[in-house]
C-alpha cells in the first residue's frame, strides 16, 4: 500500500526549500539540502516533488496568492475597472520579484533557465485568466488570441527583467505594468487607465511594507 500524502508534511518540506532556495540558489540547492534542513529523509522530499522543478510551479503560485492577499488586506483604494486590482497585484509582484534581497538567488536561476521561465510565464497566465473576468475569453478564437497576447506580455515582462540584472540597468515597474495593459486594452470593452491612480497608492513606503509581509508569508517554515 503506498504511503498517504499529507498536505501539512507536504507544505513544510516546501516551506523549507523555499528558505534552501532563497540562501543558496536553485541550480546550487539539492534533495540532500532540503532533506537535511527539513529533518526528514531524502526519498521523503523525493515522494512529494519527484522534480526540482515542481517546488518553481509551487513557488509562484504561493507568490501569486500572497500577493494577492495583500493587496485585498492592506492596500486602501477603490477600484474603478476591473483590471485595477490585477493591476496592483502585477506591480507589487514584479517590485517583490526584482527589489528583494531574499530573491536575489532563486531570481537569477529562473531567469537564466528557458525552461524554467516558460514555467513562470506559464503559470502567470493562467493564473491571469483564472482570476479575470475582464478579458473576454467566449470564443474559443478569442481565447487563443488572448494567450498569445499575454505570452507577449508576461514573456515580455520577464525577458525585461532579465536584461535589467544582467546588464545593471534601473527597473522601470511603472512602464512594465503600463506596457503590459496597452497591449490587451484592445480586447477590453472599457480601456483601463488607472495605473498612475493605483501607484500614488502603492507608494515606495508601501512597497517596503508589503515586501517584509510578503517574506514572512513565503520564507516561514511552520
Known amino acids: ?12 518540506i516546501r516551506d523549507v526549500a523555499f528558505n534552501v532556495f532563497a540562501s543558496k540558489g536553485f541550480e546550487n540547492s539539492s534533495f540532500s539540502d532540503i532533506a537535511k534542513e527539513a529533518a526528514v529523509s531524502k526519498s521523503l522530499v523525493q515522494y512529494y516533488f519527484p522534480k526540482k522543478e515542481q517546488f518553481i510551479s509551487d513557488f509562484i503560485d504561493r507568490s501569486l496568492s500572497a500577493v494577492e492577499q495583500i493587496v485585498a488586506e492592506d492596500l486602501d483604494v477603490e477600484y474603478e475597472h476591473e483590471l485595477g486590482k490585477l493591476y496592483a497585484i502585477g506591480y507589487a509582484q514584479f517590485y ?24 513562470v ?25 488572448i494567450k498569445k497576447t499575454l505570452v507577449f506580455v508576461v514573456g515580455g515582462a520577464f525577458d525585461y527583467l532579465y536584461d535589467c540584472m544582467i546588464y545593471g540597468v534601473d527597473f522601470d515597474t511603472a ?48
Not at 503506498?2 to 501539512?8: D, I, V
Not at 497566465?125 to 488570441?145: G, V, Y
Open 1 to 12: 500500500m503506498a504511503r498517504p500524502k499529507k498536505p501539512e508534511e507536504r507544505n513544510r
Open 96 to 119: 517583490f520579484a526584482m527589489y528583494n534581497e531574499k530573491m536575489n538567488s532563486l531570481r537569477m536561476d529562473i531567469m537564466r533557465d528557458r525552461g524554467n521561465t516558460e514555467m
Open 175 to 222: 512602464f512594465l505594468s503600463d506596457v503590459a495593459m496597452t497591449l490587451l486594452n484592445p480586447y477590453l470593452e472599457k480601456p483601463f487607465s488607472e495605473g498612475d491612480k493605483l501607484r500614488a497608492v502603492m507608494t515606495p513606503e508601501w512597497l517596503e511594507k508589503a515586501r517584509k509581509k510578503y517574506n514572512r508569508m513565503l520564507f516561514t517554515v511552520k
Open 121 to 145: 510565464v506559464k503559470n502567470g497566465i493562467d493564473w491571469i485568466l483564472e482570476n479575470t473576468s475582464a478579458i473576454p475569453t467566449d470564443t474559443p478564437e478569442k481565447e487563443e488570441l
